[in-house]
C-alpha cells in the first residue's frame, strides 16, 4: 500500500513542530470547526470528535492526502473543562483552581484517509500533578510566558514544567498538543515507517 502526502489539520505552531520531529513531508491546512462542547459528552469523547471533525473539515479540499486531526482537553477532577484561557485573568482562575490537583489531559487524535474513506482514532491520556502554588508564583510565571492560547494555561515545553510536582503517561508530546508515539503506530499501520523513509 503506498502511502500519500500528509497534512496536518492545524495552524498550531507548536503541533507543526512536534510533527517536524518525524522527519517526514507534510503540509498544514487551518480546519474552521465549531469546538464547542455537546451536552452530556466526556473529554474523551470531545477530545475524539474535535480531533476527527478537524481532519474531515478538510477532506474536501485534500482528498488525496492522509490528514491528521487532534485536539485536546484539559478538564479538573471534578470534570470541569479548562479551554485555553485568552486572557490573563482567565488564565490566572485556571492556574488557581489546578494548583495543588492532578489535572488530565486527553489528546485526541484522527488519521483520515478520505479516498479510501477510511480512518484511524485515538485519545491519549496524560496527568499532570501541579504543585501547591501561591499568587505571586501563577504572576511571575504569566507575565514570563503569557500561555493564554494553550489548554490549562501553562506551556510545557518551557518554563511550565516548574508549575508540576509529577507527570503521568506515556508520550509527553501529547501534552504539547500532538501524541507522536500513538501517531506513529497509526502511519506504520497503513505502511509508512518514518524510520525506514528517506
Known amino acids: 500500500m503506498s502511502s500519500r502526502p500528509l497534512l496536518l489539520a492545524s495552524s ?8 517536524e520531529r518525524l522527519g517526514l513531508p507534510f503540509e498544514t491546512a487551518s480546519p474552521d470547526i465549531d469546538e ?19 481532519a474531515r473539515a478538510l477532506a474536501n479540499r485534500y482528498p488525496h492526502h492522509w490528514i491528521i486531526g487532534s485536539d ?28 495543588g490537583e492532578t489535572v488530565q489531559f486527553l489528546t485526541g487524535l484522527t488519521l483520515l484517509d478520505p479516498s479510501a474513506g477510511r480512518s484511524q482514532t485515538h485519545c491519549e491520556r496524560f496527568a499532570v500533578q501541579f504543585r501547591d502554588l501561591t499568587a505571586e508564583e501563577i504572576e511571575g510565571y504569566l507575565h514570563r510566558e503569557q500561555p493564554y492560547d494553550c489548554a490549562g494555561s501553562f506551556r510545557m515545553e518551557g518554563l511550565g514544567i516548574a508549575l508540576f510536582k509529577a507527570m503521568e503517561g506515556r508520550d509527553p508530546n501529547s501534552l504539547i498538543g500532538l501524541p507522536l508515539i500513538a501517531l506513529n503506530d497509526m502511519l506504520r499501520n497503513w505502511g509508512l515507517n518514518p524510520l525506514l523513509t528517506r
Open 12 to 19: 498550531s505552531p507548536y503541533r507543526r513542530e512536534l510533527l
Open 36 to 54: 464547542s462542547p455537546r451536552m452530556d459528552e466526556s473529554p474523551e469523547q470531545l477530545a475524539i470528535r474535535l480531533a476527527d471533525s478537524k
Open 72 to 99: 485536546q482537553v484539559a478538564c479538573l477532577p471534578d470534570g470541569t473543562l479548562l479551554a485555553k484561557p485568552g486572557t490573563h485573568e482567565q488564565a490566572i482562575s485556571q492556574l488557581q483552581r489546578s494548583s
